[in-house]
Each structure stands twice: as C-alpha cells, then as structure tokens.
C-alpha cells in the first residue's frame, strides 16, 4: 500500500512558477516509477511528467516539455514538480500517482493516487 499527499498548490500569475510535492507513505516508494497528471474542468485526467524509480529517467508532455521538471527524492519518499513558465492553460488540479508496471503515459495503469492540489494560473 501507498498513501500519497500533494501539496503546493495555488494561485500565479501567468509567467510565475510554483513547485508541487507529493509526499508518499510505505517503505516501498523506491519501486514505483512516479507520475504527475492534471486535470481541468470537463476534461479528461492527462499525462504531464513522469520520472523511473531512481529519478535518472524523466518523461513529459509536449505541452510542459522545457518549462516543468519531475524530480524524486527515495530518502524522503517524496516526487516534486517544478513549474515555471506557467500560463493559464496550465490551471488544473494536479495529482500525482505511483505505477508498478504498464504504460506510465496512462492514468489507468496507475495503483494509486493523492488527493489533487489545484494550480490556478490567472492572466
């Protein structure tokens, strides 16, 4: 079992950055390969970052490719989402979720999930 808890959320104005944490609960954190999705109002859970077991192997959206960084730290079960750059587009609720096998672009292949923290990006 694990338990995850994002935080970090909140209100930017477009061009600002905000960093999302995701702090996770049980001792096998450093199995999961560690995924970031978003989603806004009326539509579908999407891809955003993705990052292997130790960190070293990160995937992302084209939308967020070269504004948002993943990063994971095992020693303090914890996964982190920097976003810079932001735009109004980007305003969303943000989950993150822990995947043991399948295609980590896909929500469905997830195991679990947090609670969501919104990220609101006002113009």
């Known amino acids: 079992q694990v338990q995850l808890v994002e935080s970090g959320g909140g209100v930017v104005q477009a061009g600002g950055s905000l960093r999302l944490s995701c702090a996770a609960s049980?001792?096998?954190?450093?199995?999961?390969?560690m995924g970031w999705f978003r989603q806004a109002p009326g539509k579908e859970r999407e891809f955003v970052a993705a990052?292997?077991?130790?960190?070293?192997?990160?995937y992302y959206a084209d939308s967020v490719k070269g504004r948002f960084t993943i990063s994971r730290d095992n020693g303090k079960n914890t996964v982190y989402l920097q976003m810079n750059s932001l735009k109004p587009e980007d305003t969303a609720v943000y989950y993150c979720g822990a995947v043991s096998s399948g295609n980590l672009y896909y929500a469905r292949a997830y195991d679990y999930w947090g609670q969501g923290t919104q990220v609101t990006v006002s113009s």
């Open positions: 990052c292997d077991w130790s960190g070293g192997s990160t």
């Open positions: 049980g001792r096998t954190f450093s199995r999961y390969v």
